[in-house]
């Protein structure tokens, strides 16, 4: 150690001290500043391409369009095929109404049985069981909706003289649904369990059931949590890729019914973007545009169900 | 309607009966209430076991293939070559390995295909007639390869005669399981009627058996031989994206927590950058693919199918699940710790490194170990960023061509011959989902194990 007087030592030691402290705070914010560069390039490169895809087609042409056939890029003609988004979203939106139509009652279901029927030793058990079905990956479950669930659909249909085809909005509904069972039934048994135990006791003190108790006072006051719950698992079923790749059937076509093959926006991303290394043409900037209307859909769906389950937390509070 | 409010012994024997059938009905409404509820855990317990065992029951054959065991004689008739070079005095370096490299090259212009036929025939009956280009059809098309490779490792074999075990070809492997219906005509067979003959003889005799399939984990992906396809490429492409994962996502990703739980004053910038985090979680990981293809790849000029633009992708995906479960496990901390290391002179940064992170330490490696679980298995933005093409080769650093484990499951499901790349992607379902059930245990066991000691 260097000599100097007691106070000279003091400084010295205490202003090497404030410079790793300045460091580590720069150190530090700099590296929460990713999350935030994560989302700028997000946002720039999504609109930046979408930009450019805009100058190919017209966004009244791709936002209302009703047929979507993309023409593979050609440089002597100007025909780049058409980019209607319709088909692709009323295809998102069927698949992502079957998975809700799967997910809600059963993940509402297994929550409340779960949360307030179930004994403390069969939940421990039967809970990380059911969550096992969130850490699968989808392309396990996409695997599964192809070779088994499709297959298996079209037979049961066949018996009932139903025309459903093995690859369909219905095979990959049905499989995403499973697939976010255990996101609603996770996230209703926290908002369940925030209803304050004092409701629950009123209820029964004026000699409801059990049933009656959980239909009447717990659902309506646990209602805004569990919607925002649904918002989000609505998000994440229009943002899948996987399941839909391999079970939706890729065929972009407006359709009635869900028992056809149909396309998502999803898949339609990854058709128009694998292969390409340029992005010159509508062909593959069109992934941009797309994109671009997925965060946008799921994001808003997000910051909406963040903000109603955010309310429901302070309304007990 | 009986009235209610009525005095007298028959009004209060109506109202009894009321509540009585009331009660009955509401039993039975509880009743079916709870069964309702039993049938939605059955239905998603259900799931999960159907899943398990449909992977399982198509997976479970493929790790036996059918395996042929052959004598195969270097017949020198056949193999006419020159020996190998030896050095001789005073010969360079270049030139020694000039004159190899051409050896080799020899034996590589060698009909190895009339070695494998010889030694087919050798286990041939006599009475059966085949041609050979039909007998060809029965080892897969990698046979050569080995029985070469072995001769350039060991060129003394000249003349002898050494055992191998060769896979047969995917079809025979179908064939030899029962996957394909004995009783379709011969134009719908894939394999002529004498190379199924001789195959059940085969069997029957031990030369073809069913072997442990080493190949499914150390052989790369093929399409010429599709029998010898592995996973052994995908495998090390998948570790090195985890490793690019684990070296920048669980640094980054604990700073900006302690940042924003221990060191950011509460302004509108912390609170933009908590909403953005949490915005960040529930992006579609398809969408970070997008910006992956248009930052990584079009704008840096990374190269294409490369791990590190894969595991870059993959850690802009984990860090908020990091940053998340970091700052969940900093707030449980308690405040006592922390006021107890700043009373006693630790700076800020001591009380946060010294003190506060080693007791989050177990929840901080459990949430590492569950996000990498999560980019193990995630495949959509892999396909974006050009990590779907076909590598033959096992990826020797994070800059070289590779793909994925999930990806080659997708590729692998998308192959024509249907018949034996089920089994195949099932057994690569199983290797991955074995993978990720390694992980999440490890997370357990150490999660348990540190926090007793904690």
Known sequence: MRSGSPEQNYHRFYSARNDVEIAVNALLMFCSAVAILTTVGIVLSLVFEAIRFFSFINPADFFFGTVWSPKFSSTTTNDHGQYGLLPLLTGTLWVATIASLVAVPIGLMTAIYLSQYAPRNVRAVIKPIIEILAGIPTIVYGFFALVTVGPFLKGAGALVGLDISATSALTAGLVMGVMIIPFISSLSDDILNQVPLAMRDGSYGLGATQSETIRKVLLPSALPGIVGAFLLAVSRAIGETMIVVLAAGNSPVLRGTPLEPISTITVSIVNQLTGDTDFTGPQSLVAFALGLTLFIMTLLLNIAALYIVRRFREQYE | ?454
Request: proline fraction near 5%; aromatic fraction near 6%.
């Open chain 2, 1 to 454: 309607m009986t009235d209610l409010l009525g005095t007298g012994r028959k009004a209060a024997n109506e109202r009894t009966q009321l509540v009585r059938a009331g009660l009955r009905r509401r039993h039975r409404n509880e009743q079916a209430f709870r069964i309702l509820g039993i049938v939605a855990i059955c239905c998603a317990l259900g799931f999960v076991a159907l899943l398990f065992t449909d992977v399982l029951r198509k997976g479970i054959p493929a790790f036996h293939q059918a395996t042929l065991h052959l004598d195969v004689t270097y017949d020198p008739t056949l193999l006419n070559v020159d020996p190998v070079p030896e050095r001789t005095a005073g010969q360079s370096d270049a030139d020694f390995n000039a004159a190899r490299l051409a050896w080799q090259r020899s034996v590589a212009m060698l009909n190895w295909n009339k070695v494998v036929e010889a030694a087919l025939r050798t286990v041939t009956p006599a009475g059966l007639e085949i041609d050979s280009r039909q007998l060809l059809t029965i080892p897969e098309t990698n046979a050569r390869h080995v029985i070469r490779e072995a001769f350039v490792a060991n060129p003394n074999l000249l003349g002898r005669t050494r055992s191998f075990d060769l896979l047969a070809s995917a079809n025979v492997d179908n064939w030899v399981k029962g996957n394909i219906d004995r009783e379709l005509g011969d134009a719908q067979q894939q394999m002529p009627a004498q190379a199924r003959a001789l195959v059940d003889g085969w069997v029957a005799d031990g030369t073809i058996t069913q072997d442990f399939a080493w190949g499914l984990f150390t052989n790369v992906d093929s399409r010429a031989a599709p029998a010898s396809a592995g996973l052994a490429g995908a495998f090390m492409g998948s570790l090195y994206m985890m490793l690019v994962v684990i070296v920048l996502a669980v640094p980054i990703g604990v700073a900006s927590a302690i940042y924003l739980e221990e060191f950011a004053p509460k302004s509108r910038l912390t609170d933009l950058i908590e909403v953005n985090i949490n915005n960040l979680a529930a992006v579609p990981s398809i969408v970070f693919g997008l910006l992956g293809a248009a930052v990584f790849i079009n704008f840096f000029h990374l190269p294409r199918s490369a791990p590190l633009v894969g595991g870059l992708v993959l850690t802009l995906m984990t860090l908020p699940t990091i940053i998340i479960a970091t700052r969940a496990a900093l707030q449980g901390v308690s405040p006592a710790l922390r006021q107890a290391a700043l009373g006693l002179g630790a700076s800020k940064t001591q009380m946060v490194f010294h003190h506060v992170l080693p007791v989050t330490f177990p929840s901080i490696l459990t949430a590492t170990i569950i996000g990498v679980a999560q980019a193990l298995g995630e495949t959509a933005p892999l396909l974006l960023i050009g990590m779907n093409a076909f590598v033959a080769s096992v990826p020797g650093s994070i800059v070289d061509q590779a793909t994925a484990l999930p990806v080659q499951i997708f590729l692998w499901q998308g192959n024509e011959n249907r018949n034996f790349f089920e089994a195949r992607t099932s057994a690569a379902i199983m290797v991955l989902l074995g993978l990720m059930i390694l992980l999440n245990a490890v997370a357990i066991f150490l999660r348990t194990r540190l926090e007793r000691r904690a």
